[in-house]
């Protein structure tokens, strides 16, 4: 018989941990939720730490399963490409998609993770508690240890379940790794670039002072800023830069006459748009950017890592919280098969979702240099323009490698990872080559692109590359 009342107790409230809570409750669980931080809803977010968030079909998918997508919409701003920027101030759109129905969206974290508290606090069989930080979980005996960051009062709770949504700093799998009591592969690397946060502040009339509807990319090469934009006109904006490495870094931009310079030389249509600069460059933290994979997720049928706990990615693929929401819905189709068995749960949610979290992982780091250097290159743009033109005239018979992470939601990470690259090799041998052209994007061109991508996905399977 299958038990509804079942105790299951979720370490972290952020953005899988509150859309988790929610899903649970609406199956009948009783659900405990314990978070490290204040209550969002009460204080201020921690500034420089948001990262406005990109939310795609994948994430959506999330937001269905919980009956919440209208209630999301609401909060989205539709971003249908990217406005490059040269550093003369030339700007020009590429747009993500060739189906005009395809786009992300910006969302503010803080308003996305809110509705999502409100929603799972309406159910009677969730208690959310912040300020309670665990310290520890013993996954043997599946009780884990807090403490009130109040009043240092230190506490056990117990359940039936325990699964972890606390973040790339997880409690449980630092547990796992330190209580040696199995096997556990951990690997952490961290990018030679960290990330600021900036702001682009709304004008005089409350009006965006840039192109709305355009996550904003200025590419130099080896560093790069980004802007999203917010429904109160303003724009978060994040620089992308290397620690130590080329004439500027974030260990010698010490002084507001050097971030002033450096921001006039490399982006001075930015400069502009933010005469708030150096006050928020001085005011908010730099942090690292890294990815971290492990396994197993699970220690029997008694805890689980789900979210960044699991496989915290750098955010150049806007798929971060995306891949965090799809966990939930993954979960909730294991679930759906094995109810009543947590350790079959647990075990097909792992078997089925590693290998895709693996590869939104390593696709997130191509992105990156992609972002930074790629897009400002003239072979990439016409790689871009041909697979534009591929969607537009032949939308049933082709997606690009982007479309098939972004848009594709009916199919897996890694899937969309293998294709996407052969694509990418295809069309950039080709346009070399001088087979394909931007000039005309025909039938024939389709076909060709196709043939290509067969003979590459087959040498690497002959590889065994896949």
């Excluded at 959310?128 to 930080?133: A, L, R, S, V």
């Excluded at 919280?321 to 792992?350: C, P």
Aim: aromatic share 10%; with cysteine.
């Amino acid at each position: 018989m299958k038990d509804k009342k079942q105790n299951i107790l979720i370490i972290g409230a952020g953005l899988c941990g509150s859309l988790l809570a929610l899903r649970m409750a609406q199956r009948g669980y009783n659900v405990s939720v314990y978070e490290m931080r204040p209550d969002l809803r009460k204080t201020d977010i921690s500034a420089g730490r948001s990262i406005n968030l990109a939310f795609s079909d994948r994430g959506n998918k999330g937001m269905k399963l919980v009956g919440l997508e209208e209630k999301v919409k609401a909060l989205c701003i539709p971003m249908n490409g990217r406005m490059l920027h040269d550093r003369d101030g030339n700007t020009f759109l590429s747009n993500y998609s060739g189906r005009d129905y395809e786009y992300i969206n910006s969302i503010s974290r803080e308003g996305l993770n809110a509705l999502l508290l409100d929603e799972a606090e309406k159910h009677n069989n969730v208690n959310i508690h912040f300020n309670k930080k665990c310290q520890s979980v013993d996954f043997e005996k599946t009780t884990a240890y807090f403490q009130d960051t109040i009043t240092k009062r230190e506490f056990i709770e117990d359940a039936d379940c325990i699964i972890a949504t606390d973040g790339a700093g997880s409690a449980l799998r630092r547990s796992y790794f330190l209580e040696r009591k199995f096997l556990f592969s951990f690997s952490q690397q961290w990018l030679s670039h960290g990330y600021k946060e900036l702001t682009i502040l709304p004008d005089a009339k409350g009006a965006y002072k840039t192109y709305k509807n355009a996550l904003h990319i200025w590419p130099r090469g080896d560093f790069m800023v980004i802007a999203l934009p917010n429904l109160d006109g303003s724009f978060t904006v994040t620089l992308f830069l290397s620690f130590n490495e080329g004439e500027y870094n974030f260990n010698n931009l010490t002084t507001p006459e050097i971030v002033t310079e450096f921001f006039q030389k490399e982006f001075p249509d930015a400069l502009e748009l933010m005469p708030n600069l150096v006050e928020d460059f001085f005011e908010n933290p730099t942090a690292p950017l890294g990815t971290v994979k492990c396994s197993p997720w699970h220690y029997k049928g008694n805890t689980l890592l789900m979210g960044d706990s699991a496989h915290a990615i750098v955010p150049f693929y806007g798929q971060g919280m995306n891949a965090s929401f799809e966990d939930v819905v993954e979960f909730d189709a294991a679930l759906e098969k094995h109810e009543g068995n947590w350790e079959n749960v647990f075990s097909e949610y792992e078997k089925t979702r590693k290998k895709d979290t693996d590869a939104i992982a390593d696709l997130a780091i191509d992105n990156f240099h992609e972002m930074k250097d790629h897009v400002g290159r003239a072979i990439f743009q016409d790689k871009r323009k041909i697979e534009m033109a591929l969607e537009k005239a032949f939308p049933k018979a082709y997606s690009s490698k982007y479309s098939l992470v972004t848009f594709n939601e009916h199919i897996g990470y890694r899937e969309a990872m293998i294709r996407g690259r052969a694509q990418d090799k295809a069309i950039l041998n080709m346009l070399s080559d001088g087979i394909i052209s931007t000039e005309a994007v025909t039938e024939e061109t389709l076909q060709k692109v196709k043939q290509e991508t067969e003979a590459i996905l087959e040498d690497d399977r002959i590889a065994g590359l896949h």
